[in-house]
């Protein structure tokens, strides 16, 4: 999976291919849903890209399911964000979800951990993206439109 990560990417870069991801910050009360991934560093949100003839919000939905056993009843329209991060014009698409049953398993091979966190015990190694946007959410700072 990861070869083939690294491959579409360059693939895309060279081609100057715009993508689109969907990610969400799952919430519960005080505690934040965070996921480590077997191919980067650091935790971060749930999500992925959206595949052909998916729209973004299907896209979180299925996310949510196969990598944290979430099934959202609903997802709300955060913001959307410009990254290029990975040499490339990539849109994301962010939701917030609190309407939700979680079911007690993993189902993709490329999450290497999930953990609920309580949102004044952040872990140190956070994202920087996924700590922003906690921090946007609860207003500490302003929405930006960069990634």
Known sequence: MKIYRIIKNFVYSLLGKKTIGARALVLDNDKILLIKHTYMQGWCTIGGGVEEGETPQQTILRELLEEVGVVAKSVKLFSVYH???????????????????????????????????????????????TLRRIKEYYGEIEISDKW
């Open 83 to 129: 990254s290029q991060a990975e040499k490339r014009d990539d849109y994301v698409v962010f939701y917030i979800c609190t309407d939700f049953i979680e079911k007690d398993y993993i189902c993709v091979s490329e999450i290497k951990e999930k953990k609920w966190f309580k949102l004044k015990e952040l872990p140190s190694d956070i994202s920087s993206a």
